[in-house]
């Protein structure tokens, strides 16, 4: 095969699959790897949003419909095979920070009233993160305990996110410990429209600012801070905006 | 007997010293800070609200524009979260760069607050020394994805430019000619007298107030906390590099100051290890489909950036485009102990206090 032959086939399987966007991710990966990286290197050459562009100028005309048609028929049968693989994987080894988990599960049962959690899991996608799910009730003994249980004494707050999910609110704790060299992620749901959470503020004055972000992005009320105003946006503005029922000003921008 | 009263002094939004658009409200009584809040949100762009409505690889030049001194690992924690979440593998080529253009960001971030903390003080000519050694890297950049600060380098999956030939070289020659430099700038302020009067015992905390106050980078290890993530949760290819951790022993900004200056130290050694081993050939980019649906799940990373814990929090649902997109800046936790530090200090100290934590506004306000 002369190198322009080469490059022919690779133009047009590219057009093909701009104009079947959806099937595209799909579709990639389990064809025929070596041509796929072949043509992978020669884009990073180029500026790859004109090299597209390009192909589907060039393509549309020549090859409309039907080869678009060909190859989305491969694609749906592909799309298949990777999920059925899934569930065969998962039941398989269970994660190493199983113990972990299990050990931060006894403890808050028993200080805390097994009722206090909801789910417990191992997060394996999110780098084997052990994750609690805690009822909005029980959350402010169960971050006491969290904080001054020796077995647990997390000291250090990494990050917080409250997260719209449109049907509930949820606000996500990382907390690290120093002492133990373990962390652990926290979920606390709590109700869309009426949105409130128990501050711990006082616990970890590094959840001050953060729990004021929160309100103001998302408009989730933390009950006991002493100073819960807007940070980042005016004072004077309405709405919250990572809400997703938040309508922008000017929709274009 | 002179009667005095307490009084309002407003510093900022506009002023040299703030490193951006930062307001203090502060209460003073006589010379004594009584009381300092920060209002912060002047230059808020809704960079996570604007991130739903892009793709994955459209949120990366966003991320340039949080901590404009060290765009590259704003690049990374992005770019780093999603392939995690995908389960990506990447190039050795591809690590080796990213590792390279990171400690090169971290050095010249750090040159901008070493040079830019002594001009807060008082002290003229570090800052042009400093910004001699910066735009060699910014060179180094330029010459390899064509911008100065916002690069635009990573993607999902790899880089976008490989290294053009004589560039790893030139990281090389780099590396040897910054290594004399240091001496240069420890003969020019470290023994200072003024410098020293200005810094030494001031500013102190202990370790569990910073801890209390989610400090991270050198505000953290500048009380004796070895915390690193790039050595306590090893990202990329850090595992194979030998450095050492700087901390400090008093908590006061001179300790800051050398600290940091030590961390440039310890970046040429990894970047000394990094020219070395620099694989010969290889891709610059894994395998990765057109369109990047990242499956449905959360993830937390957090990655070492020259200010500290860099965070990236995605919850996606399958679609190209993330959820909810979160950002830990560690700009935004490092400012919150500010007033604690302010109280009780004399208002002369405010910009050297300040100044020492190394904040950037684009970052606070995302």
Not at chain 1, 32 to 38: F, I, L
Request: hydrophobic fraction near 35%; glycine fraction near 8%; aromatic fraction near 8%.
């Amino acid at each position: 095969m002369t190198e322009k032959e080469k490059r022919d086939p690779a133009s047009s399987e590219e057009a093909g699959e701009t104009l079947s966007a959806d099937n595209r991710a799909q579709d990639v990966s389990p064809k025929q790897p070596g041509k796929r990286e072949e043509t992978d290197r020669t884009d990073s050459d180029r500026p790859q949003s004109s090299q597209k562009q390009e192909a589907a100028r060039e393509a549309t005309p020549k090859t409309p419909r039907p080869a678009a048609a060909g190859r989305a028929r491969p694609a749906a049968g592909a799309r298949n095979r990777p999920a059925v693989k899934k569930e065969e994987e998962k039941p398989l080894e269970p994660s190493p920070l199983e113990p972990v988990l299990n050990r931060f599960v006894e403890i808050i049962k028993e200080k805390a009233g097994a009722e206090a959690i909801e789910e417990a899991y191992v997060n394996r996608a999110g780098r084997h993160l052990p994750v609690l799910v805690i009822k909005r009730e029980s959350w402010p003994s169960v971050a006491g305990l969290l904080k001054e249980d020796p077995g647990l004494s997390f000291d250090y707050v990494r990050n917080l996110s409250g997260v719209d999910y449109e049907t509930h609110m949820e606000v996500v704790y990382h907390l690290y410990s120093f002492a133990h060299s373990h962390q652990i992620g926290i979920r606390v749901k709590t109700d869309r429209e009426e949105s409130r959470m128990p501050s711990v503020q006082h616990l970890w004055k590094a959840a001050d600012w953060n729990e004021r972000e929160i309100y103001d992005l998302l408009g989730i009320r933390f009950e006991g801070h002493p100073n819960l105003k807007r940070i980042l946006m005016p004072d004077d503005w309405v709405g919250h905006p990572l809400r997703k029922d938040y309508e922008p000003l000017d929709k274009e921008v | 007997m002179l009667r005095t009263e307490e009084m309002l002094l407003n510093v900022g939004p506009q002023h040299p010293s703030t490193h951006g658009v930062l307001r203090l409200i502060v209460k003073i009584d006589g010379e004594t800070i009584v009381d300092a809040e920060p209002v912060i949100g002047y230059l808020h762009r809704g960079t996570e609200k604007l991130a739903e409505d892009l793709n994955y690889t459209q949120i990366i030049p966003y991320t340039d524009r949080m901590d404009y001194l060290s765009a590259m690992t704003n690049n990374y924690a992005i770019v780093h979260a999603t392939e995690q979440l995908m389960g990506l593998e990447i190039p050795e080529r591809a690590e080796f760069l990213r590792v390279i253009v990171m400690e090169l960001n971290r050095i010249a971030s750090h040159l901008v607050w070493m040079g830019t903390y002594l001009l807060d003080i008082g002290a003229m000519s570090p800052f042009l020394y400093a910004f001699r050694d910066r735009e060699q890297i910014l060179n180094l950049f330029n010459e390899l994805c064509g911008a100065r600060i916002t690069y635009n380098y990573m993607r999902v999956g790899g880089v976008k430019w490989d290294a053009p030939p004589g560039w790893i070289d030139k990281v090389g020659e780099f590396v040897q000619y910054m290594k004399k430099q240091m001496d240069e700038y420890h003969g020019l302020i470290t023994g200072n007298e003024i410098f020293i009067q200005r810094t030494k015992g001031i500013g102190i905390y202990d370790r569990e107030t910073a801890i209390q106050f989610g400090l991270s980078g050198a505000n953290l290890r500048v009380t004796g906390v070895k915390w690193d993530l790039r050595k306590n949760q090893p990202y990329s290819i850090y595992e194979r590099f030998d450095f050492d951790v700087p901390v400090g022993q008093t908590g006061d900004l001179y300790d800051k100051y050398l600290c940091r200056m030590q961390e440039i130290v310890e970046s040429l050694k990894i970047l000394e290890q990094a020219v070395e081993q620099f694989p010969e050939g290889g891709s610059t980019m894994g395998k990765v489909p057109r369109v990047l649906r990242v499956p449905e799940g959360e993830i937390y990373v957090g990655i070492e950036s020259p200010r500290g814990e860099l965070g990236c929090h995605i919850v996606s649902k399958g679609k190209d485009k993330p959820w909810r997109l979160k950002f830990r800046r560690p700009s935004f936790y490092n400012l919150q102990i500010l007033p604690t530090l302010l109280k009780g200090e004399n208002i002369s100290n405010l910009v050297a206090i300040l100044g020492g934590i190394d904040i950037v506004l684009g970052e606070v306000d995302c």
